[in-house]
């Protein structure tokens, strides 16, 4: 239950934070570092707080998620990337959480030069032929936005987890104005279509 609470809230902050950002300014839309602060509840209480920030040094850009849910949970994720062209090309993700007193940790390694990319979760590696343009569950929400400025999604995106690189749509359902203590935005909404509706 904790674990689902806390990917949820880690896809949807993502998501959001991508698409406010996209209705301002094509000048302000380009790519560059921000951090981005948020408190949440869970039926009305207050759960904890998480950060998202994004970081560049010279070509290299850092995307990173905490998460802290009381005493009972907590999620961080690192992704390491390059961008050039409107385009994301992974270099390595990580993520580790803590539920109680279980601790989870997953690594990805994309390795152009041996044609490889690899991963572990726990103690269990696996690896897979190497496929241009792969992207972890992290990078994924820049490129999306990436692509939302230019225009249009792509019709889907390979995506690189523990087990394997899979081929996931992100479809468009609108715009949708979001009320904050900021202001009014205008957004984008996109939603992650899985294979299995129950998901």
Known sequence: MATKFLKSF???????????????????????????NYQFTYNNKGMGSATRALSQQGNNWTYQFTAKAGGIASASETSKFSFANGKIGSQSFSRTSKILIHNNTMSINFNPGNKTISTKKDDKARSFAWQAGVLDELNAELQIREDLKNGSLKSSYPLADAKEVENRRFVKQGNEKIKTTYGTFDTVKVVLQHKKPER
């Open 10 to 36: 880690s896809i949807a902050t993502g998501i959001s934070t991508t698409l406010l950002i996209a209705s301002f300014s094509s000048h302000a839309l380009a790519m560059s570092p921000f951090q981005a």
